[in-house]
C-alpha cells in the first residue's frame, strides 16, 4: 500500500507518521484491498486540520477533522474513516446476504390454478 504525506504550513513529525502507520494498520483489517493513503496535514493559526484519504478496492473514503493539536485531529480523522469503513462493510454484507423468502408448498399450486 502506498502512504503518502502532505504537510501543508506544517511539518509532518515522526511522530506523526507513526500516528498515521498504526492507524493504517487498524483499517487494513477492516477495509477491502486499500491501494493507496493520502494524509493532508495542515495549519491555519491556531486550528490544527488532519485530511485522510483512503483508496480501496471499490470504494473512496474520505475524513477530515480539525484540532488545537494535530495529533489529536489525526486519531479523530483515523476514528472517522474507520467507522465509515465499517459502515460500508456492513452495508454490503447485508446485501449479499439476504435471505430467500420462504415459499409455501400450497402457494404453488394456488399460483398455478
Not at 515522526?14 to 477495509?31: C, F, W
Not at 484519504?53 to 495529533?71: D, F, K, P, Y
Not at 476514528?79 to 469503513?85: F, G, I, P, R
Request: hydrophobic share 40%; aromatic share 4%.
Amino acid at each position: 500500500m502506498t502512504i503518502e504525506f502532505t504537510g501543508r504550513r506544517t511539518v509532518v513529525t515522526p511522530k506523526l507518521k507513526s500516528i498515521a502507520e498504526s492507524g493504517m494498520e487498524r483499517l487494513a483489517l477492516v477495509t477491502n484491498r486499500c491501494t493507496s493513503a493520502h494524509f493532508i496535514l495542515s495549519e491555519d493559526k491556531y486550528r490544527k486540520i488532519a485530511e485522510v484519504r483512503l483508496q480501496c478496492r471499490n470504494e473512496s473514503l474520505v475524513a477530515a477533522c480539525e484540532s488545537t493539536e494535530m495529533e489529536a485531529a489525526l486519531r479523530d480523522a483515523l476514528q472517522k474513516v474507520e467507522m465509515q469503513a465499517i459502515r460500508h462493510k456492513e452495508r454490503y454484507a447485508t446485501v449479499r446476504v439476504r435471505p430467500r423468502p420462504e415459499v409455501q408448498p400450497g402457494a404453488i399450486e394456488a399460483m398455478s390454478a
